[in-house]
T-cell receptor, first 116, second 113 residues
Framework: GAGVSQSPSNKVTEKGKDVELRCDPISGHTALYWYRQSLGQGLEFLIY????????KSGLPSDRFSAERTGGSVSTLTIQRTQQEDSAVYLC??????????????FGEGSRLTVL | DQQVKQNSPSLSVQEGRISILNCDYT??????FLWYKKYPAEGPTFLISISSIKDKNEDGRFTVFLNKSAKHLSLHIVPSQPGDSAVYFCAASATGTASKLTFGTGTRLQVTL
């Protein structure tokens, strides 16, 4: 497809389990972002990948969160030992570049994570 | 610390009237502002943006106004249409922090017939 693809669309897990969320960005987009939206909150920045540069991980809330981007394309966000406060919609976005451009990020539909 | 604030969680407007969505920010380093629209079960989509060197940007029915001294921006939709019913997010970024957009909590707009 032409858009950003995320999977799974819904994930229900038990507290303490690990989860992996996948993002397939738009082909050719060098920048990839992960955000999350908790209930009643705005979108919270998590991590940013740009080409082969070191990712900006400054938004990751704890060391239980990690992300990687293989081959400059697909990205996986991993949450270890999930907690109930991790319940949120995790959104992936990509863009051609960020050099002060239009700021237009293309978002996927999100992965809704529910931790019981 | 909410650097981008949308104080109205919801707004209801009649079809054909003007919708005005407001956004305030606290970080004076922000110099680029964007609005995104989000329908249920979909990701946000980019709507319109404005650079701090401007005070107005217009695109069809959508106009964004920026008041830097007040650290305030607004999105005007005129005339409003039922298809505009969605959640609108204000976002901001600062030169040199290219990786991050700071989003507000969103305003749910309902356009009624």
């Amino acid at each position: 497809g032409a858009g950003v693809s995320q999977s799974p669309s819904n994930k229900v897990t038990e507290k303490g389990k690990d989860v992996e969320l996948r993002c397939d960005p738009i082909s050719g987009h060098t920048a990839l972002y992960w955000y999350r939206q908790s209930l009643g909150q705005g979108l919270e920045f998590l991590i940013y990948f740009q080409g082969n540069s070191a990712p900006d991980k400054s938004g990751l809330p704890s060391d239980r969160f990690s992300a990687e981007r293989t081959g400059g394309s697909v990205s996986t966000l991993t949450i270890q030992r999930t907690q109930q406060e991790d319940s949120a919609v995790y959104l992936c976005a990509s863009s051609l570049r960020w050099a002060g451009g239009t700021g237009e990020l293309f978002f996927g539909e999100g992965s809704r994570l529910t931790v019981l | 610390d909410q650097q981008v604030k949308q104080n109205s969680p919801s707004l209801s407007v009649q079809e054909g009237r003007i919708s005005i969505l407001n956004c305030d920010y606290t970080n004076s380093m922000f110099d680029y502002f964007l609005w995104y629209k989000k329908y249920p079960a979909e990701g946000p989509t980019f709507l319109i943006s404005i650079s701090s060197i401007k005070d107005k940007n217009e695109d069809g029915r959508f106009t964004v106004f920026l008041n830097k001294s007040a650290k305030h921006l607004s999105l005007h939709i005129v005339p409003s249409q039922p298809g505009d019913s969605a959640v609108y997010f204000c976002a901001a970024s600062a030169t040199g922090t290219a990786s991050k957009l700071t989003f507000g909590t969103g305003t749910r707009l309902q356009v009624t017939l």
